[in-house]
């Protein structure tokens, strides 16, 4: 059944047939076992919305058999070209055997509302993924254990043992690996606080690294002590000589990176919440007006949260470099804030929180580091990732995901106060 806010999407998107379907599970699962699906459960892990366009969904399907991951398209009217070609993919030769080896994986076109449903292995951005579901290659040889999914984005997986993982195996677009691997690379010979890359396959974009013992940081869990070697961490890989990395591509200005930021985080909020567009476009103009000028440029991590570093006994490992770029080195630590104030609200804390209130152990630990100069940016960046943030709950599906964004949005405004 659809929630009100949910309800008031689709009223404002007809040309999308297949929205209502894809925002409500439990019909979903009833259109599945209608197409002769042995799945018992589906839950929605992940939206991604173009209104008029598309939706696409990342699902966790249950069988008896267990759990995995699949998606879901809903295409706009008009779309028979996409729902053939989909068709189309599901009868080559590599994608029969991928369908076959999963014991009867998902796959369904319901044309009358324009969607498509598949299991991961059938997803033709990430080739990477039948490939290994059929046993094949170096990075078959242990059993894999897939953890997370982005449809068309990425895929990622344990390898090994479960109570001791010996790697990672990520699937990523092919077009985008060699990029993503050179940085790593390029990061782990330069000493950067990364795990060592130990296979690539280029053709089919899988990237395969080292699995990391220790635990994710907690900042509440382990304290400011912890959050300084996050701090420190951050500063060596912020301090990484930018000759070593021509893979990461030269980088926009400040400004420009920012407005294209502010840009994308205000489409998505006037898309699921027009009623908030105008709060959130105040609140852009006023983070742009107080960026400073001329600002440092180095590599960044690029999406740098405490779910990025893992502790362990000889200092903190930054883990998830797939955004790494040239930028400036403040975006990070906004990034940093941003997500650690917007957990204390939704876990029920008090919106009074700025971002010097959550960064000073990591900032002590940046500083003696040798991290570049960030203090005079981190208020306009911590509000400009705040507002990047704020359409979160509706892609991540969380209960009352409108009230949750206006609450991001009155962060963003908090946030905005000095250090």
Not at 34 to 48: E, K, M
Not at 340 to 366: I, N
Not at 381 to 396: D, G, Q
Request: proline letters at 6%; one cysteine or more; hydrophobic letters at 45%.
């Amino acid at each position: 059944m659809l929630t009100p806010d949910d309800a008031a999407l689709v009223h404002r998107d007809p040309a999308l047939p297949g929205l209502a379907l894809l925002l409500d599970p439990e019909r979903l699962l009833d259109r599945l076992t209608g197409l002769g699906s042995d799945i018992q459960a589906v839950t929605t892990t992940y939206l991604r919305y173009k209104p008029g366009i598309s939706l696409t969904a990342g699902l966790r399907l249950s069988t008896e058999r267990g759990e995995s991951f699949g998606y879901a398209v809903a295409y706009g009217e008009g779309a028979d070209d996409k729902l053939a070609k989909a068709a189309r993919y599901r009868r080559r030769p590599s994608t029969r055997a991928a369908f076959r080896a999963r014991n009867g994986c998902a796959f369904g076109v319901l044309r009358d509302c324009g969607v498509v449903v598949g299991s991961a292995e059938l997803d033709r951005e990430l080739p990477g993924i039948a490939h290994l579901s059929l046993g094949r290659g170096a990075h078959t040889a242990e059993r894999l254990r897939p953890l997370r999914y982005k449809p068309a984005r990425r895929w990622v997986a344990s390898q090994g043992p479960v109570d001791a993982p010996r790697s990672v195996v990520k699937v990523h677009r092919p077009r985008t690996v060699a990029r993503l691997a050179g940085v790593h690379q390029a990061l782990y010979a330069a000493g950067a606080p990364v795990a060592d890359l130990l296979g690539v396959d280029d053709r089919r974009g899988i990237v395969r690294t080292r699995w990391l013992t220790g635990q994710p940081l907690e900042p509440g869990l382990h304290g400011p002590g912890a959050a300084w070697s996050a701090g420190n961490s951050l500063a060596r890989l912020h301090r990484t000589p930018s000759a070593r990395l021509h893979s990461a591509g030269r980088g926009d200005s400040t400004a420009a990176a920012v407005h294209d930021w502010l840009s994308r985080a205000l489409e998505g909020i006037e898309t699921v919440a027009p009623e908030l567009s105008g709060k959130a476009q105040d609140m852009a103009n006023r983070a742009v007006g107080a960026l400073p000028a001329d600002r440092p440029a180095c590599l960044v991590h690029g999406d740098f949260s405490a779910d990025q570093v893992i502790l362990r006994p000889d200092g903190a490992v930054i883990v998830d470099l797939d955004r790494a770029r040239i930028g400036d080195p403040a975006v990070d630590l906004a990034n940093y804030a941003a997500n650690e104030l917007a957990a204390r609200a939704m876990t029920g804390g008090e919106l009074h929180w700025t971002c010097a209130d959550v960064l000073s152990g990591l900032l002590d630990g940046y500083r003696v580091g040798g991290g570049w100069p960030v203090e005079d940016a981190l208020p306009a960046l911590t509000a400009a990732a705040m507002l990047a943030l704020a359409v979160e709950p509706f892609r991540l599906r969380e209960p009352g995901w409108a009230d949750r964004l206006e609450a991001l949005l009155d962060i963003a405004v908090t946030s905005m106060h000095s250090l």
